[in-house]
């Protein structure tokens, strides 16, 4: 057992789960602990994301619950999550339960989520490419300014020189949330639409729609996606206790999923946000 967490709560959990020290998996602490601690500070998800290559089970322990880690952190919870060997178990936890989650992992077979780890991976360079967008003008004026800023550039568009990394910046900054990064490539989502799929017109969740994905995804990712305003149908979703992550169809242009579920006919689906899928069901 490998504890990644803040000293003091590492000693807490070994405490707790000393009967686990000859099992071969991690234990996450998603956020800090104790009284007038910061919610917001959930580093725990970035130390899984750092570790979950090594193939070990990685169970992580937090205080709050899934919908409240996905309203602060969604992109990287449903990244983290989105991995087979990572489960998640809210705190307080017994040892049993965190031997049977272990188990889970190794015996469920669940797999990964590409499509939640390449949106992930396209967030975090659209973060890295506004930034280095903005901090342009005063490194052009400061050359211990300019090494910092290329070094960060090359992190993004590998090693160039510096007219290269400017270009590039200046070429990618406009287009930074354009709907191209995912463009021929292929994920084994079902996707559902929201507005008069998932929610009728007068705003009532069809639970047949939500039963029909999860048959056919059949322990599959499930993608909610929409054309419409994220923020707000979000979270009507989340409300009503629908988890799965949610995106814009934009985001999606040019790939292929697995299936579509949609109130709309598959010509016009298809002709409106270009996205290809192997089966198509209109509800």
């Given at each position: 057992m490998?504890?990644?967490?803040?000293?003091?709560?590492?000693?807490?959990?070994?405490?707790?789960?000393?009967?686990?020290?000859?099992?071969?998996?991690?234990?996450?602490?998603?956020?800090p602990a104790g009284s007038g601690y910061n919610r917001q500070d959930i580093h725990g998800l970035?130390?899984?994301?750092?570790?979950?290559?090594k193939g070990l089970p990685i169970v992580m322990l937090g205080w709050l619950t899934p919908a409240m880690y996905i309203d602060k952190k969604s992109e990287k919870w449903f990244a983290a999550t989105g991995y087979p060997n990572v489960i998640?178990?809210?705190?307080?936890?017994?040892?049993?339960?965190?031997?049977?989650?272990?188990?889970?992992?190794?015996?469920?077979?669940?797999?990964?989520?590409?499509?939640a780890i390449a949106l992930l991976g396209v967030a975090q360079t659209n973060s890295d490419i506004g930034i280095l967008h903005h901090d342009l003008y005063s490194a052009e004026r400061d050359a211990d300014r300019m090494t910092q800023w290329e070094k960060r550039a090359r992190k993004v568009f590998g090693d160039k020189n510096q007219a290269e990394l400017i270009s590039l910046v200046m070429e990618a900054a406009p287009t930074r949330n354009s709907s191209s990064k995912l463009a021929g490539q292929k994920f084994p989502d079902v996707?559902?639409?929201?507005?008069?799929?998932i929610l009728t017109t007068d705003g009532q969740i069809r639970s047949e729609v939500i039963t029909m994905a999860e048959e056919k995804a059949d322990g599959g990712p499930i993608t909610v996606w929409t054309g419409g305003d994220i923020h707000i149908?979000?979270?009507?979703?989340?409300?009503?206790?629908?988890?799965?992550k949610i995106i814009s169809k934009e985001m999606m242009r040019g790939a292929t999923v697995r299936v579509v579920i949609d109130d709309q006919p598959e010509v016009a689906f298809k002709s409106e946000y270009g996205i290809d899928c192997e089966e198509y069901i209109q509800v």
């Open positions: 490998k504890i990644l967490a803040e000293e003091g709560i590492a000693n807490t959990l070994g405490t707790m789960f000393s009967d686990l020290n000859n099992k071969d998996f991690y234990i996450v602490q998603l956020e970035d130390t899984t994301l750092e570790i979950v290559d998640f178990l809210r705190l307080p936890a017994t040892s049993e339960e965190v031997l049977a989650a272990i188990e889970m992992v190794k015996t469920s077979n669940r797999p990964s989520d590409p499509l996707c559902i639409d929201v507005e008069g799929t149908l979000s979270q009507q979703l989340r409300k009503a206790g629908i988890l799965y």
